[in-house]
């Protein structure tokens, strides 16, 4: 136990869970990092579309901002409200269960279900990305970083929620600082220079106009743009992860994260016409990235341009934790309603839900392993299950509010009513824009994953009929079992067991595989060393029952014996004693055999109700 | 078993073992391989030395490889002999250990056995190699051609002895006819030109002198040739994979292995001087194998050259089936002794020693991974193993001569001292000349080794000390056990495992681990459900232990409760009934947790010789 001690932290006891709670500090690392590292891509996603109209693309920057901004700020007030009418955390799945019912919410389940683990694997190979292209001798180790990250990661997480806000500050609030400094600065020396700041370092130049502006090309990309929207959901699934007042606590994290995320956007956007900047393509030699051009005109490459490329690769990697604050908790709420395994339910030794860790951990890892840590194209399946989760959201708390009325509920009801179309359309957007790109993975992975939570409810609600009851325990019918007892040859191991066999009935048949010397053996002691002691003692004399076996096999004569005696004697138990020998170090078991763990495997299977298997250990002095 | 049928074949009687017996025809291709394959790699590693020599070299290849064909000769009649005295299979292992001891014997398998696995892990690889330099596209893939050939082996090999001589039949002889065939040709044209024949392709010119010829060298070169040796035990360890009379048979493949052998070395030795060809630099551009040299100046690039480069390319990498053919044999062999675990002496399905395939196939696996399938450092590790056991097993040879006398026993006496003599030199000198590239890695690890297979015996010694008896079974003291039953609520599965408790004991307490509402419940149900129709049927009443858990956890009460009633009831067994939901889809087992598992094998270990645990299924329809 010292090295789970060591790796996780020592165990904490259900009462220390308040202690556990974190505030609006440690807050925004945890459920804001998705969010806030998305300033970092969501522009450049956006610029990228406009590469072909050259400079000209500059004047559309702004109207597409605000627009994001737009739509963001009413996510962000009818989040608010979901966080006020579900205070012990409404997460999109139980809103539109609550009220759409079932079949939303599992919609809303799945989308985000698969978000999640898109934002871990994009977020960890994107930080790695950004590193690899700084350092391009790391580029062939792009996997063994991935995974590293993502291990790392998952062992914090494990550690707790207040160990994960404790390890995740730093790095955040230097980007942060980082960000907003850089803006402060640049607003300060365009306003200074009447709106044509001279760039410290200038960007490169921006040749030719390949392409020409259409409808298609903005609603593409605003709805790339959009990107920067994901992860703002985090906060109202994980309510109960902070101290008292809860609500309040997470309202105010929500608010803190979103007006910086909305702050970073718009200077991005007025910084980059007035700088001269457009991005440049990512494919070509030369390329530099939006914030990294920025960062250079403003402030030059100074130490300053270090630590703020330094603290966006740090933060673009640990985004992929908001997936592990949010996930696990998901798939709890999923669980506890039977469309998940119960194990997502159970807390760990730190209470967090351990089990919701791992499986995002593994799939994850399996993403990155299939992709070889690249995972360019997995972005344009990414943002489709955000904003179908928020419109069911939204869309669940219209609902809400109808039903329930109240005092200001009329005015609630029109924000979340103008967050459910603003956000529906802009999933129409995004999944017609991204559709041939990989969306339509999304769109059958989706029904997939809720056909299988459906089918793992049934089979719980199946289990749980099958074995319900509340009749009284039937009292008739108890006989003593027949015991089977194979044995390779006398010993003090066979003793033990037939002693204990004594103990448990009187019909006892001792099973012994044929094999030549061994058995001739135990033939001619036999009556010396059982029968004899047996009839003194005036207990019932064992059987010895030799079983041939022309293919060698050992456990399967045995098995076979069993499932006979389990015909021949319908109204008895099958008692199968496995004599086993436990060792004091684990090394030594690679001297044994596996059969006792085959036989009690294959008897547990093949059997039915009336075979049970004991595991008869003798521990070894030496 | 279906897939495993048609992965591995039916399962084969013991009576059948006479049928997968095999004569010298399948005999080459299985015991063969090894020792036929090096004459496309013997050849070429002591030209390789003497490239700096220029053309000048090639006045030494003759003697040199005289020098190594009457060592072969040596070798081979003491090996003749080594049959006929130890018809059932006598290695390198049996010789020595029954003439020189057990510590020359455990030498000989730790030199042996370290010696197969580089068999597998060089013949794989450079069969690899030779494939990838042909088509360099492949050069990313060579470790998944390495382990899928590695995979298809064993998987070949676990299908019996039979089968795989089947398989290798036709690249073996097409092999040996195409060499044999560039031989007679090679040599015909030769003598038809008076010495000087024309080249077809004229070979690579040798340009300039870089070093001068040392006594140093032509050891080196002569050690490097010895590697042509490696493979010639092979049959004396499986002698009983022929068929009757075995000894005669084996004999007789064995002289065709070497007859066939010598005849390569000789002809190449004779062909490439008489062709003006040397050998090129394998790390250099414009590198062209011996034989490929050969095979074009005699033959031409036409049909036959491209048929005997693809045979070459088979051969080798099916080399390592020599090692899957022995390994088992010798794991075998030295598990009888008690120095390997026992498992090495099962016969598996199909009358292999299955595990010994197993482990091969695991090290070698293993081997190719950490050098990523370019085995080029594990070459100089290579031949000390073999030499070494050779030289055991011709002075092992020796001392049986010494020993059973009879006529013509002072011939063979002296034929096997002379092999011992030769074969020991040839050791120091394959010891000092490789001794820095890598050998003394093979110097470290076979102590290692040893000291191992004693600790096993020892191991196994202690064990069957420590349970050995012939006394008579003790009648005094047996006591019905404590029995103890944890359930989570009331269910039928609860109500079977506490039926199939009333028919062990009297004493049963039902263990129930604190946890809300579901406690709460069974609380308020247990009068009703089991009191009192228990009290009606006269039953023993069950008492029911509610234990509290503060962490969650679920199995440590239950292991601690176990714990305290063994010490405080020191004259009774504890049994444990756990009870276990069977489904009748293994994917069902992920929605259920592993908790019956854990607190199994935490009772097993911790526990002492009094706690047995019970597996009671509840074998579910649906």
């Not at 980059?272 to 920025?294: F, K, R, W």
């Amino acid at each position: 136990m010292n090295i789970a001690d060591a790796l996780f932290g020592r165990p904490l006891a259900t009462e220390e869970e308040k202690a556990e709670r974190i505030g609006p500090l440690k807050g925004i690392p945890i459920f804001g990092l998705d969010a806030l590292s998305s300033a970092a891509y969501g522009p450049e996603a956006a610029l990228t579309l406009l590469i072909p109209l050259g400079m000209a693309g500059a004047i559309y920057v702004w109207p597409i901002t605000i627009g994001i901004v737009v739509l963001l700020g009413i996510v962000y007030f009818s989040y608010r409200q979901t966080i006020s009418a579900y205070p012990h955390g409404g997460g999109s799945y139980t809103v539109a269960t609550e009220n759409l019912g079932e079949r939303a919410g599992l919609l809303a389940a799945a989308a985000l279900m698969i978000d999640y683990v898109l934002t871990a694997a994009v977020g960890i190979s994107a930080g790695v990305g950004a590193l690899v292209s700084a350092v391009p001798s790391l580029q062939s180790q792009t996997l063994h970083l991935c995974l590293g990250i993502l291990i790392l990661i998952t062992l914090i997480n494990l550690r707790g929620v207040q160990e994960t806000g404790g390890v995740f500050l730093l790095p955040t609030y230097v980007f942060i600082a980082c960000l907003l400094g850089l803006i402060a600065v640049g607003i300060f020396k365009t306003l200074v220079a009447g709106g044509h700041p001279v760039p410290v370092v200038v960007p490169p130049k921006i040749t030719g106009i390949t392409g020409s502006v259409s409808a298609w090309l903005l609603l593409r990309t605003f709805s790339s743009g959009c990107t920067a929207m994901t992860g703002v959901e985090a906060v109202s699934n994980g309510v109960m992860a902070f101290r008292e007042p809860s609500d309040k606590c997470a309202k105010l994290t929500l608010t803190i994260i979103i007006a910086i995320l909305m702050v970073m956007l718009l200077g991005i956007a007025y910084l980059v016409p007035a700088y001269g900047i457009a991005a440049t393509d990512p494919g070509m030699p030369g390329y530099d990235s939006v914030l990294s051009q920025l960062l250079a005109a403003v402030m030059g490459r100074g130490a300053f341009y270090w630590l703020s490329i330094g603290s966006i690769l740090v933060v673009l990697s640990l985004s992929a934790n908001t997936a592990f604050a949010d996930f696990p908790r998901l798939a709890r709420a999923i669980a506890e309603n039977g469309y998940l395994p119960h194990a997502f339910v159970i807390r760990g030794r730190r209470l967090v839900f351990a089990q919701g860790v791992y499986a995002l951990a593994l799939l994850t890892g399996l993403l990155l392993i299939i992709f070889g840590g690249i995972t360019d194209r997995l972005i344009p399946l990414y943002a489709v299950g955000a904003f179908l989760a928020f419109t069911l959201s939204q869309a669940g708390m219209v609902m809400h509010w109808r039903r329930t009325g109240g005092p200001g509920a009329g005015r609630s009801m029109f924000v979340n009513a103008l967050g459910a179309a603003a956000t529906g359309i802009t999933t129409l957007v995004v999944l017609v824009a991204k559709f041939v790109d990989g969306a339509w993975i999304t769109v059958l992975l989706i029904p997939a994953l809720i056909l299988m939570m459906r089918s793992v409810r049934h089979h719980y609600a199946q289990v749980a009929l099958e074995i319900r009851t509340s009749a009284p325990v039937h009292t008739d019918g108890l006989a003593e079992p027949v015991v089977l007892l194979p044995i390779d040859r006398w010993s003090l191991v066979s003793e033990k067991a037939l002693r204990y066999a004594w103990t448990l009935s009187r019909e006892i048949h001792v099973l012994h595989v044929g094999c030549g010397e061994d058995t001739d053996q135990l033939c001619r002691q036999w009556s010396e060393v059982v029968e004899k002691p047996a009839k003194m003692a005036g207990l019932p004399l064992p059987q010895l029952v030799v079983l041939a076996s022309p293919y060698r096999f050992i456990v399967k004569p045995i098995v076979n014996y069993a499932i006979q005696q389990q015909i021949a004697q319908p109204d008895r138990n099958i008692t199968v004693l496995i004599p086993e020998l436990v060792e004091s170090h684990w090394y030594h078991y690679l001297l044994h055999n596996n059969r006792p763990e085959a036989i009690r495997a294959l008897l547990l299977f093949n059997g039915n109700q009336r075979i049970t298997v004991v595991s008869v250990p003798y521990h070894l002095v030496s």
